[in-house]
């Protein structure tokens, strides 16, 4: 499908390498959720050093205005995530590429300058995509603005660079952490017996908790992912009292996710209670499914002339906020097919994609 609104070459390339050149500020400065204030600092300083877009805060983030005198045709919403993965040994990196996210979207705010689309446009940059909090705290844009439809995109390793993917319905994973705490009593390794250990409740649950999800395809997907878990330590004199496991719960669809997290809590608290232990537990990194409108999906595929997504991604993202209070789609942009999997070492956001992401906002606002 021909793809609509093509920008002038040379204005894109333009735009491209000042984003391009954005991201490399953005990515030698990695900040993990909640700590992004050199990263949102670097990008006001871009937009208005570079446009006339009125910036605003919104949460814990910020949009910048695009508006048009008499406007009539609905207002749209593009948005960005830019926080970094925090790493194991400490620090951050992003390895999720946020940081092209957000140089697009800058790209796009260069595109806009002298743009008459008969429209307003409202671009929203989001902190704490990683932690599921970040779109909660940006909602007021949504009561701010009169905003008809909000659209965001992420990139795609391992498919086609530039190519535009998305679909109607779930188009991302709901998906949260639980952690789930076993108490007993410690005592000395000698005498085992004047103990309460967790470790044959918790060496139950490793079994059997996975079992407890379908699995299934597509919005039917449900899995139960062990991806911790905690016990005493080196300490060979002593029997430990206390246990946690750390699960990873992931569904199609946000009433499969209730229902699948009521049967892990039922069968954990039955297996603590039968050991005679404590037990308590705690939801962290919750986020709901990401379901495009089927208008606003539509809109993404033939203004892109993109390509139907067979399956929901398995990830989740925190767009999908958004999406319950105003009509939407996320979409997806192949970052090329040998680009190593997100949330690896050896991911960074490559450049060449900045400009199809950018016409793809623009294609998306004109059409």
């Not at 909640?34 to 006001?44: D, H, M, P, V, W």
């Not at 050093?49 to 406007?71: I, K, N, Q």
């Not at 949260?176 to 108490?183: A, E, H, M, N």
Request: hydrophobic share 40%; glycine share 12%; aromatic share 6%.
């Amino acid at each position: 499908m021909e793809k609509p609104n093509e920008i002038d070459p040379a204005r894109l390339q333009t735009a491209a390498e000042a984003a391009a050149n954005l991201r490399g500020q953005l990515h030698a400065c990695p900040e993990p959720a909640g700590s992004e204030q050199r990263t949102a600092a670097l990008l006001r300083q871009f937009l208005t050093e570079h446009t006339s877009l009125t910036l605003h805060p919104c949460g814990s983030g910020f949009y910048a205005a695009h508006r048009e005198p008499g406007a009539a045709r609905p207002a749209i919403a593009l948005r960005a995530d830019f926080d970094a993965l925090p790493l194991p040994e400490g620090g951050a990196a992003h390895l999720c590429g946020h940081d092209g996210h957000a140089a697009a979207l800058c790209g796009a705010a260069l595109l806009l300058e002298g743009a008459r689309l008969g429209r307003d446009v409202f671009l929203l940059f989001q902190p704490a995509e990683e932690t599921g909090e970040g779109a909660k705290g940006c909602l007021g844009l949504l009561q701010q603005e009169p905003v008809a439809a909000i659209y965001g995109a992420h990139n795609l390793p391992g498919l086609p660079l530039g190519r535009v993917y998305t679909r109607p319905g779930t188009f991302a994973c709901a998906s949260r952490g639980l952690i789930l705490r076993l108490r007993g009593r410690q005592t000395h390794a000698a005498t085992p017996e004047l103990g309460r250990s967790p470790a044959n409740a918790l060496g139950q649950l490793l079994c059997t908790l996975p079992a407890l999800a379908a699995g299934g395809r597509g919005d039917e997907l449900a899995l139960c992912t062990i991806v911790g878990a905690q016990l005493g330590s080196r300490a060979f004199g002593t029997a430990p009292g206390e246990a946690e496991l750390y699960l990873t719960l992931r569904t199609g669809r946000d009433e499969a996710m209730g229902a699948l997290q009521s049967a892990v809590l039922a069968q954990s608290e039955a297996a603590a209670r039968e050991a005679g232990l404590g037990f308590a537990w705690q939801e962290q990194d919750v986020f709901c499914a990401t379901v495009n409108d089927t208008s606003c999906a539509e809109r993404v595929l033939a203004a892109c002339g993109g390509a139907l997504l067979p399956e929901p991604m398995r990830w989740s993202e925190d767009f999908g906020q958004y999406l319950l209070h105003c009509p939407g789609a996320f979409f997806g942009i192949g970052a090329g097919e040998d680009t190593p999997p997100l949330h690896t070492a050896g991911y960074t956001y490559p450049d060449p994609l900045l400009a199809p992401t950018m016409q793809a906002f623009m294609n998306i606002l004109a059409f």
